[in-house]
């Protein structure tokens, strides 16, 4: 068994080298008894990530509205929605009534901290994340685009990480516009970041905001610039380009 263990343990630091996220690399740091375990679980989660043969049984779906909101999180297209006093449930509520909503049945909420909504306020643990509140990823599951693409795979503390968790880009994949832009308040490490439009309650041009950029493969994906017009209208010929990314969430 032992030799089996260092064997598999082998292999699997041969093919990823020193990319582990803080979540697969502590458990190396465990010196008690149960490191042959973890050795095992370790390879079957890379195996997770690299091979697409054993996906977790936790499995849900992503998407970039075809809606483009302003800073606010207002749009004239779901007056109800504007009702909504606190932004992270008023963003939820333009997820589920997008045209882009593969699934009316399912729960879709928006990936963008303010309001109440907090992914985290400081150093995670490989378990769990301070601060965190109302959060929107599961722990341990595959978020797949609507054709089917593994786009990225949540740790124990439900984030990935940016700089090596992205699978694949996701690409807008509605009829028109081309912009992969989206609302997130999030800093690279999944802290607030200082500029949510006024906690996503200004719509004007001198507000500023953060957005991350889906099409990247790195902490971009979660933080692409954070001096973005609360307006939303610095497309070309002053059109909308800020969209949300909105997630299922598991039953």
């Not at 849900?60 to 075809?66: G, N, Q, S, Y």
């Not at 059109?239 to 949300?244: A, D, G, I, T």
Request: aromatic share 8%; net charge negative; glycine share 10%.
């Amino acid at each position: 068994m032992g030799d089996t263990v260092r064997i598999l343990t082998a292999i699997m630091l041969l093919s990823i080298g020193a990319g582990c996220t803080p979540f697969y690399a502590s458990l190396f740091s465990d010196n008690s008894g149960e490191s042959e375990t973890n050795a095992l679980l370790l390879t079957v989660l890379t195996s997770d990530r690299s091979s697409g043969n054993s996906d977790p049984s936790i499995q849900l779906r992503l998407f970039l509205t075809a809606r483009q909101p302003d800073g606010d999180l207002q749009s004239s297209s779901e007056p109800a929605c504007a009702l909504i006093t606190d932004s992270a449930q008023r963003a939820d509520c333009y997820c589920s009534n997008d045209p882009m909503n593969p699934d009316p049945l399912a729960t879709f909420k928006a990936m963008i901290v303010g309001g109440n909504r907090i992914a985290t306020t400081g150093t995670c643990s490989k378990s769990s994340c301070p601060g965190q509140q109302d959060w929107v990823l599961h722990p341990l599951a595959l978020y797949r685009s609507l054709s089917g693409e593994r786009i990225f795979l949540t740790d124990a503390t439900s984030l990935f990480d940016p700089g090596n968790g992205i699978l694949n880009p996701l690409t807008f994949q509605g009829n028109g516009g081309a912009s992969t832009e989206f609302w997130s308040g999030l800093s690279t490490n999944w802290s607030n970041a200082g500029n949510n439009c006024n906690g996503w309650t200004d719509g004007t041009p001198s507000g500023r905001g953060t957005v991350g950029r889906s099409t990247f493969a790195d902490e971009r994906f979660l933080s692409f610039d954070s001096n973005v017009a609360c307006e939303n209208v610095h497309g070309p010929g002053g059109s909308k380009v800020s969209r949300l990314l909105c997630v299922e969430q598991a039953l």
